[in-house]
């Protein structure tokens, strides 16, 4: 049996027979059936997945690695079930190291992205002494959802990330799914002084409740974690099954923790004194925004306009729902009086963090503050799992600093790249006056571009993007419409086409099958309403497969992907009826 690493082909066979060692080198053939690998000790189910074995006689797709050590098993205490043991036992070999990962031509520069395997959701996100814990949905046995954990990255300025081992593994009672943590500093779940206490939900079908809250706790600052043996804390009181996604926080002025869980189609508030018990309080959001749709991952804090107003805002993350296809991040202002949000707009308002369409799951870290920090899983339920990278799947977007303003009566939160994002700045040069410029004679694709326009109150202008192979992403503005559009039908590789024109989809173990329309969802344009006139700032963030825009200082976020067949490195102003200027354009290399 040999194994495609992706390699120049000497490097690319690796032997996956026999050999010694920590690590089970499993092959992996994304189209094949799973099997459950399970590794039992004393009587006890201490893991399970489900994994997409190369048959004997097949190309593997590439091979993952399973730490036999971090269980402290051995060969002996592994089982199998869907395929006979000796035969698994002939595919799958033994190394001391994990397989390499090999380089790939759409693996972004400076944007987060698992090691290998599949990421969603952002989870868990806290601060503690100078370092941001970043934990996601990861399936590290195929680059397509399943076998829920919590990867981990930890950084000390949200820009750089070092991998950091799996944080908590799928296990007998069910996958990991997405949550929250907090630091309790006080001692409150008694854990210890400055515990780190995470939240997530475990889900499994074979259950009474098939989605339940758990507690998992870790007294070593996030690396390390103990699954609480009183778990779960929190069952559905009427058995809904969609019932997931906790985040906690604590309510200074009733010296309180809270859980939001999103319940289908509303968010339901609990209290607790300890993190363990928990009780109910107010359901809220039943008709509110895009209707009717799955809530999913809430978030909930203040935040105060320049003015010195302050709201609290909840985030409700929707699927389907956006505005241009699948999965998208609203928010709704309002009050809270420590039982029951309120929010200010009739039911009917839809407010959207971001424009784009690759922007979603979206919550915030813990602990940072009077910063409102969130972090955006920069893909999309519709096409997420046949985005043509091949050892990974996924990317977050660049963190964003969350702000409150006002407009015409209404309050919106606003949404731009933390300052530390300048930590990766290179090179820059400034022009003045621009219509058509080369923007680097030679590119990796990480660049980032702020521009002041002037745009004129008629016709369309903007810009497009542009490469040698022909690709373009038309950036520009419609004053008619008024609306910033940002259209990426012609942007590279827009239809995915290597597949073919059905997908089989999994989500939460359910499967569909999606016709080539759904494929299309892609090949669009996305906008965002917005007062077309005058003087504009804009600031572009490009990372080879994906362009975030954000419009004075972030009233407006849009961020898309895109998959060029070589990075942009052209800039080309245009205007129907003339009278569009940028005036200035500053273009900075980014880089780790
Ligand atoms: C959102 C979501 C969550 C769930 C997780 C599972 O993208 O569906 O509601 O916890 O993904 O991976």
Partial sequence: MKCFLGLPLLLLLLDCNGGSGRYMVIPIRETNGEVTLTIEKGGETLYVADIRLAGEGEEADYCVPLDLEHFGASKRDVHFSGIDAAQAWKLISFSDAPPEVPAEKYRPVYHHTPPYGWMNDANGL?????????????????????????GHSASTDMVHWEHQPVALYRDAYGHIFSGSSVVDIDNTAGFGAGAIVSFYTSYNTEREYIQTQCLAYSLDDGMTFTKYEG???????????DFRDPKVFWYEQESKWIMIVSADKEMRFYSSKNLREWEYMSAWGEGYGVQPRQFECPDFFQLTTAEGETKWVMIVNVNPGCYFGGSATQYFVGEFDGREFTCDSPKETVKWLDWGKDHYATVCFSNTGDRVIAVPWMSNWQYGTIVPTRYFRSANAIPRQLGLFKDGGEYYVSAYPVAELSKLEKESRTLSGVSTTRLFDTTDGAYELDLDLTVPAAGRSGFRLTNAAGDVVDLYFDAALQRFVFDRTKSGIVDFGERSTTHEIENHGRRKTYSMDYVNDFALATWAPMAVKGAHRMKILYDLTSLEVFIDGGRVAMTNLVFPNEPYDRLEAYSDKGGFTVDRLTITRLGL
């Fill in 126 to 150: 806290f601060y503690k002494d100078g370092v941001y814990h970043l934990y996601y949905q990861y399936n590290p046995f195929a680059c397509v959802w399943g076998n829920m954990h919590w």
């Fill in 231 to 241: 778990n779960p804390v929190l069952v559905p009181f009427d058995g809904i099954k």
